[in-house]
């Protein structure tokens, strides 16, 4: 009977033994699982947070692209901006000669072929973009006009250019001197 007993106590140990092992198994497998989700959660975000970080420098780059492009269209448009803005003076001075006025056959002659040079000049202007402000006449604008003077003389309505002291320019869609005026107040 003893040995009945301590056999059936084995059985029910051995019993309990498994069910404890079962258990163990399963927490086991649960912490397992439980890591494993983590795990994959973790690689997941970093994941999201890469994809995020390349969308970001796509755009970045994108943005750089079209910087870059923007610049040099504009490099590309306004080239002759700083030979322009050089010769303005020049220009000046040669419609300053040309409004003398002589007798002398000589000077004539000479004034003709500097008027021929001015317009070669000014049409060679022309071809890259320059033209001239319209200013006598004009409603006053303070983008294109530069008032030197105002005045209260004159039939004409209120902030109108009277005079034009000193032409202006614009190279393309862009002012490169503004035209300086004497405006009705």
């Known amino acids: 009977m003893v040995n009945e007993n301590n056999e059936q106590a084995t059985v029910e140990n051995e019993e309990v033994s498994t069910e404890e092992t079962e258990e163990t198994t399963e927490k086991v497998e649960e912490v397992e699982v439980s890591a494993e989700q983590q795990k994959i959660s973790e690689l997941e975000a970093k994941l999201e947070e890469s994809e995020n970080r390349l969308l970001r420098l796509q755009a970045d780059f994108d943005n750089y692209r079209r910087r870059?492009?923007?610049?040099?269209?504009?490099?590309q448009k306004y080239r002759a901006q700083n030979l322009v803005t050089d010769i303005l003076p020049a220009l000046d001075n040669f419609e300053r000669a040309l409004k003398v006025e002589s007798e002398d056959e000589?000077?004539?002659?000479?004034l003709q072929g500097m008027e021929m040079v001015h317009r070669q000049l000014v049409e060679a202007l022309k071809s890259e973009g320059l033209e001239s402000i319209e200013a006598v006449g004009q409603s006053f604008d303070p983008h294109l006009h530069q008032a030197v003077m105002q005045v209260e003389e004159g039939e004409e309505e209120s902030n109108t250019v009277l005079e034009e002291f000193q032409k202006g320019y614009k190279l393309k869609d862009r002012v490169i001197r503004p035209s300086m005026v004497k405006v009705k107040q």
């Open 106 to 110: 000589k000077i004539k002659t000479f």
């Open 68 to 75: 870059v492009r923007l610049d040099q269209e504009a490099a």
